[in-house]
């Protein structure tokens, strides 16, 4: 069973006997006083959201999940629709379980799904993707001997900040987790 330190956004928990997704995890530390994990949860079933207070070493359940493979085609309307790279099953699944999908993915990416008795639960998307720079402001010269950055826009729409040598047409690498650029892809 995982410690509430080790729970992370996206991940599924039992608590109080209902299935939870985890929407977001933060420390807190102040001062001398003991350190404790808030973390926001969403019911699966009803879609209520609660914000809890867990002790850094309280144990919550973790549901038995199966991993499956998966990619995603496309959007339709508010759901995604994804393929199992097996047997070519093409699957909707909702906007609330993958709720970054839109700024990160264009098409063609294997995502991984959890299922927990057939049901998808929970959509993991790559770790990194590769996008291409649609707007980026003019390289300033002699900007590249100082830690500088710029704000460009990728083909998704999604704003990130980069080197100011990255221009229009290049194509970048983004780590999903945290929305940050990673390198030139």
Same mark, same amino acid.
Not at 109 to 116: D, F, N, P
Not at 141 to 153: C, D, F, L, R, Y
């Given at each position: 069973m995982p410690k509430a330190i080790d729970i992370r956004k996206g991940q599924a928990v039992l608590w109080e006997d209902k299935l939870w997704i985890v929407h977001e995890s933060t420390r807190v530390a102040k001062g001398n006083w003991r350190s404790y994990m808030q973390i926001k949860l969403k019911n699966f079933k009803t879609g209520q959201i609660v914000d809890n207070r867990f002790n850094m070493d309280e144990e919550l359940q973790s549901p038995h999940m199966?991993?499956?493979?998966?990619?995603?085609?496309?959007?339709?309307?508010?759901?995604? *629709?994804? $393929?199992?790279?097996?047997?070519?099953?093409?699957?909707?699944? %909702? =906007?609330?379980? $993958?709720?970054?999908?839109? !700024?990160?993915?264009? %098409?063609?990416?294997?995502?991984?799904? !959890?299922? $927990?008795? %057939?049901? *998808?639960?929970?959509?993991?998307? @790559?770790?990194?993707?590769?996008?291409? *720079?649609?707007?980026?402001?003019?390289?300033? !010269?002699?900007?590249?001997?100082?830690?500088? =950055?710029?704000?460009?826009?990728?083909?998704? %729409?999604?704003? *990130?900040?980069? @080197? @100011?040598f990255i221009t229009n047409g290049e194509v970048v690498r983004i780590d999903t987790r945290t929305g940050e650029y990673i390198e030139r892809a």
């Open positions: 199966v991993d499956k493979q998966y990619e995603y085609l496309y959007k339709d309307g508010d759901d995604y *629709v994804l $393929m199992d790279v097996n047997d070519f099953e093409q699957i909707h699944v %909702g =906007s609330d379980l $993958m709720p970054d999908a839109d !700024k990160y993915l264009k %098409g063609n990416e294997r995502v991984t799904a !959890k299922l $927990m008795d %057939g049901q *998808v639960i929970n959509v993991e998307l @790559p770790n990194s993707v590769n996008l291409t *720079v649609t707007d980026a402001p003019p390289v300033v !010269k002699g900007a590249t001997a100082t830690n500088q =950055s710029k704000e460009v826009t990728l083909e998704t %729409g999604l704003t *990130v900040r980069v @080197p @100011p």
